[in-house]
């Protein structure tokens, strides 16, 4: 990826979560120590087109207050950058750790998955998608 592209870089955090996290390189180490499983899942990331009808200024704007009120205002951290090439398709990485933040401060839980269940309790699989729908 090049990162010339890149005009807007942040970090968001629940209001109880360490402000030290608000530092790139130390909320992913304390994401990787949380973890103790060799292959676990240490984030998610989503992206996002942006209009390119708004101005820079307003896709920072959009972008923040969709995280904010989608992750963040669930205890997730979000570390987001908004890319920009100027030929039409901007867009934002959104990255969020597994584990929010419970309100003492504390990592929580990973979220578990909740599958749909058929009359006696068992997990539906469908066939065509090869996976259990949640």
Not at 58 to 80: N, P
Request: aromatic share 8%.
């Amino acid at each position: 990826m090049d990162k010339g592209d890149v005009i807007h870089t942040e970090i968001l955090l629940p209001d109880h979560a360490p402000a030290e996290y608000a530092d790139r390189a130390v909320l992913w180490n304390e994401v990787e120590k949380i973890e103790e499983a060799k292959n676990a899942q240490l984030a998610r990331e989503i992206e996002i087109a942006l209009p390119r009808e708004l101005t820079r200024e307003q896709g920072i704007s959009l972008v923040r207050e969709y995280v904010k009120r989608h992750f963040v205002a669930a205890g997730m951290c979000a570390d987001f950058a908004i890319h920009d090439t100027g030929g039409g398709n901007p867009h934002a990485h959104i990255m969020l750790t597994m584990r929010p933040f419970d309100e003492g401060g504390e990592w929580g839980a990973k979220q578990k998955k909740e599958y749909i269940l058929d009359r006696d309790g068992n997990k539906i699989y469908d066939p065509k998608k090869r996976q259990y729908p949640i």
